[in-house]
């Protein structure tokens, strides 16, 4: 499958305890983007990067979320001291080129928080 | 502010049945207008932009600038239409998507 990889597919944790997911984008696309997506709702924008440069952060995160692809491949997306709204789905999209062309979705991580 | 809004959860009509799905934006300068669709355990992937001017599956989709709305419509709905979808906007100069709420199409047989 050479499309976006989510990894793990679902994260079962206890309040309070970190976790880290990665994306992996289809290979050369140069942007990255990661949306959350609770139930009843569309995706919601939290960050997203051209080659490891982090452009935006959505004003509506906390700085418990933080994320970072380093060598402009790969990405991570870690939660600090999770809490009960952070459950959600976490969706991971990368598009080629300058960011204008469609973006192609991961099937993305289940977070449920304990 | 940057919105969109889809005021209908769910969408329920017979196969044949025309099919509308509204979206409304707010948006201030020239967005580009998207329709994305996700299927039953399959990924969100994009169904149509508006600068493409095409029809994908019988959908198509008018961007009306005087009532910020870019409605999808299909004449005659089939089973396999039946999806999440998911109208979204970004700048022209590029970036992110903003998504709106969804629009889940039930069509019965």
């Known amino acids: 499958d050479t499309g976006v990889s989510q990894n793990p597919r679902h994260k079962i944790t206890k309040r309070g305890q970190n976790v880290t997911f990665r994306c992996d984008p289809i290979s050369e696309h140069n942007r990255l983007y990661w949306y959350r997506q609770t139930l009843g709702q569309g995706p919601e924008f939290l960050t997203y990067?051209?080659?490891?440069?982090?452009?935006?952060k959505s004003r509506l995160l906390s700085d418990r979320f933080s994320a970072e692809r380093p060598k402009g491949s790969f990405s991570t997306l870690e939660i600090q001291r999770t809490e009960q709204g952070d459950s959600a789905m976490y969706l991971c999209?990368?598009?080629?080129?300058?960011?204008?062309?469609?973006?192609?979705f991961g099937s993305g991580t289940q977070l449920s928080v304990l | 502010a940057q919105r969109v809004t889809q005021p209908e959860k769910l969408l329920s009509v017979f196969k044949g049945a025309p099919v509308e799905l509204k979206c409304n934006y707010s948006y201030s300068g020239s967005p580009e207008l998207f329709w994305y669709v996700q299927y039953s355990r399959q990924r969100l992937q994009l169904l149509l932009r508006h600068i493409s001017r095409e029809s994908i599956k019988g959908f198509t989709a008018d961007l009306n600038k005087g009532e910020t709305s870019f409605h999808l419509k299909k004449p005659f709905a089939q089973e396999e239409d039946s999806a999440m979808y998911y109208c979204a906007l970004r700048g022209l100069q590029g970036g992110k998507l903003i998504f709106g709420q969804g629009t889940e199409l039930s069509v019965k047989p």
């Open positions: 990067f051209q080659n490891e440069a982090q452009l935006e």
């Open positions: 999209a990368s598009s080629p080129g300058t960011g204008r062309e469609k973006l192609f």
